[in-house]
């Protein structure tokens, strides 16, 4: 397949016009690139990552797998009800654990723990009938709870399950905000039940194992409504309902892992790769003319639009569903395959001038060049590319990332290296 | 320049720095950091730059806490601290008893990581290295399948695997001492290193390697020795270059390429430039070291 420079020619210009149209900075006129976007990982854009155990001891074997959907399925909903931007919710099985790895970028690491880390356990505990069965250990009792209904309290069979749906609204006298409770049907018959057989009591209102009010029962509530207002404040209140409303996660989490980065330290570290990368390109060029002359400019041209594609490739990932994630080590795997690209040009380069030291015209040179030079470019390129395929498969988050952005860098930089260079230097030496 | 001849000197070289690296590994070992052992990473920020009266209180406030401290290190606004696993919550508790005294404390980064991950992290950093080496020698024993006799492709492999575990050790060995002396800490991004090291490495041996076989096929192998050393001249100007243009660039990311990547930096460069001499002068005068020791 011999295609004719020309037509490559005529490809390459227009594949540089094209990214540059990509990496063009979207203001105003071209607005199909506007949506394209570096899609940055949390070490640069801030954010929050946990991983959870689900602690599984009480599920069959055969209910983990859908346990472990159901607790992605209520993290997804917790987090979208809080409007987290691209978050990232996967579970993973190793070694008989079963884990879920969140990430939430712009989230800090405080407010993730509201969004997942509250459990939102809701119960009803009444004053129990003197005479009835007490629990074992006082442990067991919500904080307060002892206080509050005195030590036989009893946990009532109405929970976080018999939610309908709940909303924040605000107090008509005091104008703090509520939790507004609406109970299933089901629901709205134990709580009448309750509340009837608790007239003048007090009945306590736990979250997560601790009293969070304990109104006193002045009638029997039928209708299935209820409101809890314990000194919310709007946030609270709404990450409350919100949780409510997601429900309960159906196994507890064990947190294994938890990274939480700050935007600004992330965009810090950002500007500086990228200045010390765009050093490093300006380095290689000269490096590249001194050494080689002309030859040297033709690389270095290959070399720019080698960074312009692999940012384009970048970019436009962004809008598929293999989005490449850019850490700060993944940006280093891409600055040092700046200074990789080039290999194959300097293998080439040295070829040629040794056919011309062995007197061949410069057109045979040229071409000897680049063919003898070929069996140690792709070997070397290949041994490269089963590191990052090893890397890849074993790697986590900001490994992965490196080792991806490393992998693209040398596919392309062989193309740049060898098709860019080889089609312009055909075309000037015509 | 006959650098076969001169074989013994340049193994006793690399020899000179790989040995008190490996004594380092076993005196000292390498300075692991929380990924690898679990724990919790913190960094906090101040206005000014950092003096003692900051890493003091906080040192009282995590031992009043009962979290064991591994380590506090400062670096102009910065504070870095390793500590034993730490939760949420013990976290808050200590940023707010901090910025009681310490009213511009900001939390930049918190990190735990459970003993468990941490395992599994040690674990698949061992079966990385160990399964990219071993892909690595059969491509190049595939690849050099066709190379002339008296020598055969299986030694081409196994003298790259050679010089591969030589920049390893020296790269692990460095770090080991700095590890001692500087608490510079190994973590994931470091196996990263260390597997881009073993691609590079080999990749250079290539270069080498690939112009021996070309060389058999021309001249035949009636002298082993003298084509293997013609090779090495013929390809160590481009050997030098290939390397120099990826050393400017890490050393433009070291001098301005931010904190966090620093130590994975050096490990690159001392393992770039390590690769760079193993294909040079262990890898190919290994080979011809075998062919001697073949022939005898």
Redesign the interface.
């Known amino acids: 397949m011999k295609k004719s420079p020309r037509t490559l020619l005529w490809s390459i210009i227009l594949l540089t016009i094209a990214v540059i149209a990509i990496n063009l900075p979207s203001k105003g006129q071209l607005s199909f690139t506007k949506s394209l976007s570096f899609k940055q990982g949390l070490?640069i854009a801030g954010g929050t990552s946990l991983?959870f155990?689900a602690d599984m001891k009480e599920v069959s074997s055969d209910q983990k797998e859908k346990a472990l959907d159901g607790v992605r399925a209520v993290i997804e909903r917790r987090i979208n009800f809080f409007g987290v931007s691209e978050p990232i919710v996967q579970t993973a099985v190793?070694?008989d654990?079963y884990r879920v790895i969140v990430e939430l970028p712009g989230v800090n690491?405080?407010q993730a723990?509201n969004i997942i880390?509250t459990t939102a356990q809701l119960s009803f505990w009444e004053a129990g009938a003197t005479g009835s069965a007490k629990i074992a250990s006082p442990s067991a009792y919500p904080l307060g709870a002892i206080e509050i209904l005195g030590p036989d309290a009893k946990k009532t069979n109405l929970s976080g399950r018999d939610l309908q749906e709940t909303s924040v609204g605000f107090d008509a006298n005091t104008g703090k905000p509520q939790v507004q409770l609406k109970f299933t049907g089901d629901g709205a018959r134990k709580f009448a039940d309750i509340t009837k057989r608790n007239l003048d009591k007090v009945l306590a209102i736990v979250l997560d194992d601790q009293v969070i009010e304990a109104p006193r029962v002045n009638q029997a509530i039928l209708t299935g409504d209820a409101v809890i207002s314990g000194g919310f404040t709007n946030e609270s209140a709404s990450i409350l309902s919100t949780s409510l409303n997601a429900g309960a996660l159906p196994v507890p989490l064990i947190?294994?892992?938890?990274?939480?980065?700050?935007a600004?330290?992330g965009q810090?570290?950002l500007l500086?790769?990228l200045?010390?990368?765009g050093?490093?390109i300006i380095?290689?060029v000269i490096?590249?003319t001194v050494?080689y002359g002309k030859l040297g400019i033709v690389a270095s041209a290959a070399l720019i639009l080698y960074t312009l594609s692999v940012l384009s490739i970048f970019k436009l990932s962004s809008i598929t569903p293999y989005a490449i994630t850019l850490t700060?080590?993944g940006i280093?795997?891409f600055?040092?395959s700046?200074?990789?690209a080039?290999?194959a040009n300097?293998?080439i380069f040295?070829r040629i001038k040794?056919e011309r030291r062995a007197g061949r015209s410069w057109h045979e040179s040229l071409e000897l060049g680049f063919s003898?030079a070929w069996?140690?470019i792709r070997?070397?390129?290949?041994?490269?590319l089963?590191?990052?395929?090893?890397?890849y498969?074993?790697?986590?988050g900001?490994?992965k990332g490196?080792?991806l952005t490393?992998a693209i860098g040398v596919l392309i930089s062989m193309f740049s290296a060898i098709v860019v260079t080889r089609t312009l230097l055909r075309v000037i030496y015509k | 320049m006959n650098i076969i001849e001169r074989k013994n000197w340049y193994f006793g070289l690399s020899l000179l720095i790989i040995i008190p690296g490996i004594i380092a590994i076993f005196l000292w070992g390498l300075n692991l950091s929380i990924d690898f052992t679990g724990g919790s990473r913190l960094t906090l920020s101040f206005n000014n730059a950092v003096g003692n009266n900051q890493v003091q209180a906080v040192d009282e406030i995590l031992k009043t806490e009962k979290i064991k401290v591994a380590s506090i290190e400062r670096s102009n606004k910065l504070i870095f601290i390793r500590t034993s696993p730490m939760d949420q919550n013990q976290n808050s508790k200590f940023i707010n008893i901090l910025s009681k005294e310490f009213k511009d404390v900001k939390e930049h980064e918190f990190e735990t990581i459970g003993p468990v991950i941490g395992q599994e992290t040690t674990w698949n950093a061992l079966k990385a290295v160990g399964i990219a080496s071993i892909l690595i020698i059969l491509y190049i024993t595939w690849s050099f399948r066709q190379v002339p006799k008296p020598t055969s492709s299986f030694r081409f492999g196994v003298c790259a695997i050679i010089a591969l575990i030589h920049d390893v050790l020296v790269v692990l060995g460095v770090f080991a001492i700095l590890g001692h002396f500087f608490g510079v800490e190994v973590d994931s991004l470091f196996v990263t290193a260390i597997l881009t090291i073993i691609g590079f490495s080999v990749h250079d041996t290539i270069v080498v390697f690939d112009r021996i076989r070309e060389n058999l096929r021309k001249t035949g192998s009636s002298n082993f020795a003298k084509t293997v050393n013609e090779s090495i001249i013929q390809t160590i100007g481009r050997s030098l270059n290939t390397s120099l243009t990826v050393v400017l660039v890490l050393v433009a990311l070291l001098l301005f390429g931010g904190e966090s990547i620093r130590w994975f930096v050096v490990a690159l460069l001392i393992g770039i430039i390590s690769g760079t001499y193993s294909s040079i002068f262990n890898a190919s005068p290994l080979l011809v070291l075998w062919h001697e020791l073949r022939s005898k």
Do not use: W, Y
Not at chain 1, 255 to 262: C, E, K, N, R, T
Not at chain 1, 393 to 396: E, H, I, P
């Open positions: 070490d991983t155990k190793s070694n654990d690491i405080n723990k880390g947190p294994l892992q938890q990274h939480g980065v700050d600004t330290l810090e570290s500086k790769s200045f010390a990368g050093l490093g380095i290689i490096f590249m050494l700060l080590s280093a795997g600055i040092l700046i200074g990789m080039v290999d300097i293998l040295e040794e003898r069996t140690s070997d070397s390129n290949i041994s490269s089963i590191t990052c395929f090893v890397l498969q074993f790697g986590t900001s490994v490196f080792a490393l």
